[in-house]
């Protein structure tokens, strides 16, 4: 097994509080030290003048398989996944044939192996075939490798059965998502109810629809006990809810995504299904809300909410277009350029968000940190590298996004998964004696 020595770069680690310059020294699939020494290694890559940190952790992606593999399947969600520097994805239950039980489970864990690159986790369905009337088996799919429990995509409606989940929940130690959105108020809705929504004459979607969802689940896995995560947030009420919540010492925890800071429901001014997303893009304040509730420690978690669909699905017209944002690829990008940038977040904060705090919710302990004898995922990243987005460059199978032709600020470079070199684009010293399986991103199909 070969030893890698990542020379001279800026080591950010959350998990351990650490950002300085040095070394960082993986052997046998482990970190093994952060040290100003040089180790003896097979591998050397020269990381001066770039961010060395754990490997990004998304805990909300949409692959499709199995299903609808027209529009997205494992072998290509992992591939984008390398290129946005993930090494853990967790895939939702949402597919046309429903994670919804222990074969299905196992499935997901089996093919993700089998393609030896970013880890796939799966997120089995709260309910059976996502109908919400009858809860999955928490214990078998558990035991088979689901990591947390979630509905994504609907709302489960029905009160007294989200709280027999989130009771159900503590016996297998695991989080409920909660896709926050009573559907009674969202019906046929296509954008944020307010100014845009009269504008354009599109259906709104009221922010009352999220946060009545908000605060009920907050209020029954306070009753039951159990670990609540709230997948999207994107309203100023929800954040007051959840900041509430925490205060309360109920263990509520929730993400927000890149599209949700940066873009706002002016972007659906032009009627471009491009933008069409649920929850639906909301307005300025909003996002300055969201912002501002990183800083503050109320949001935990960004996740992509990647949602690939097919071209001729997202250029349709805008009523009959699916919802959902292609996202793995662009994330670093966006968030460095947009949030980083012009200071309106931290680099270091926006790192814990993607290491260290999902790898907490999820309860990876392995994964997340440098810690000398965590797994070895781990991505070096050229915060001044720029570029376009180019859709058809995307690893991912679809080939539309709402930042297409955007200006980005920030991409990976290396990418190292179960200490195995999977990517790299730096200088490297390799012995002759090195055991090396790189594989490199324009050669993949």
């Known amino acids: 097994m070969s030893t890698i020595l990542l020379k001279g770069g800026r080591i950010i680690d959350p998990s351990q509080s650490i950002d300085k310059v040095t070394n960082l020294f993986i052997e046998n699939n482990k970190i093994s030290s952060i040290t100003d020494e040089e180790p003896s290694s097979h591998i050397v890559i020269d990381a001066s003048g770039k961010v060395v940190c754990p490997g990004f952790i998304d805990m909300h992606v949409h692959l499709r398989e199995p299903g609808r593999e027209d529009k997205e399947d494992l072998k290509h969600g992992v591939q984008a996944a390398v290129w946005g520097a993930f090494t853990t994805i967790c895939t939702m239950a949402n597919t046309d044939q429903p994670i919804d039980n222990e074969a299905s489970v196992s499935f997901i864990k089996y093919k993700a192996k089998s393609l030896n690159l ?102 029954l896995a306070g009753y039951a006990k159990s670990k609540l995560h709230i997948a999207h947030v994107t309203t100023s009420g929800s954040v007051d809810l959840i900041k509430w919540g925490k205060k309360k010492g109920i263990d509520v925890t929730c993400e927000v995504t890149p599209h949700h800071l ?95 705090n999902p790898a907490k919710v999820l309860n990876m302990d392995d994964r997340g940190s440098l810690k000398p004898g965590s797994t070895a995922d781990v991505v070096v990243l050229d915060t001044e590298a720029k570029w376009i987005v180019d859709t058809s460059k995307f690893k991912s199978k679809c080939r539309v996004s709402p930042y297409s032709n955007f200006d980005m600020k920030g991409r990976v470079v290396t990418v190292i998964i179960d200490g195995g070199l999977k990517m790299n684009m730096l200088a490297t010293k390799v012995n002759k004696d090195a055991i090396i399986e790189e594989i490199h991103l324009n050669d993949w199909s």
């Open 262 to 356: 940066i873009l706002t429901d002016e972007q659906l001014t032009t009627y471009d299904a491009r933008f069409k997303v649920n929850p639906p893009l909301r307005a300025k304040k909003d996002a300055e809300s969201l912002i501002q509730a990183i800083n503050d420690g109320v949001i935990d978690v960004i996740a992509s909410d990647h949602a690939p669909h097919t071209i001729d699905e997202k250029e349709d017209e805008i009523h009959l277009a699916p919802f959902g944002i292609v996202g793995l690829e662009t994330v670093f990008g966006l968030l460095n350029k947009y949030l980083v940038e012009p200071k309106k977040v931290a680099l270091n904060k926006i790192i814990q968000l993607l290491t260290s």
């Open 118 to 219: 970013a880890k796939v986790e799966p997120i089995c369905a709260v309910t059976k075939g996502l109908n919400g009337e009858e809860l999955t088996n928490f214990y078998l799919t558990s035991q088979a490798g689901a990591v947390a429990f979630s509905d994504d995509g609907k709302s489960i409606m029905d009160s007294n059965l989200m709280l027999k989940a989130l009771q159900y929940s503590r016996l297998v130690d695991k989080r409920i998502i909660s896709h926050a959105e009573d559907s009674n108020l969202t019906r046929d809705g296509i954008v944020n109810e307010g100014e845009i929504s009269l504008l354009t004459g599109l259906k709104g979607i009221p922010s009352v629809a999220e946060e009545i969802i908000v605060i009920r689940d907050i209020l």
